[in-house]
């Protein structure tokens, strides 16, 4: 992967929030793209409001819901909209959009 955008994505259209590196452990909850539950410590590599790139072990498919809870506590909605293999580290990404309008800010409980 070249320039840091995923396959497929359109190259004209900049990102409507922008992308920060970062590097924390999270807590991913959902179905593998086979159909079996899965609860795995992952790695946000980027964050912007609403979304995130996460390095993942588990094969999840595209359009999935999942469960993200971050270390700093509370438990997030997302939606699965990239996967890909990434050429430089060879290990499973997938780009996420947040449930809630609020993204990482929304209120817990």
Known sequence: ??????????ESRPPRSPRVPVNFWLVVEGETAGGKPF????????????????????????????LLTP?????????VNGVWIDESDGRRHIGVKLVST???FARQG
């Open 102 to 104: 609020n993204g990482w």
């Open 71 to 79: 270390p700093f506590g509370g438990k997030l909605e997302a939606d």
């Open 39 to 66: 609860k795995v410590k992952a790695s946000a590599i980027k964050v912007s409001r609403t979304g995130a790139t996460i390095v993942i072990d588990e094969e999840v498919s595209l359009g999935a819901r999942i």
């Open 1 to 10: 992967m070249k320039g840091g955008s995923r396959p497929g994505a359109p």
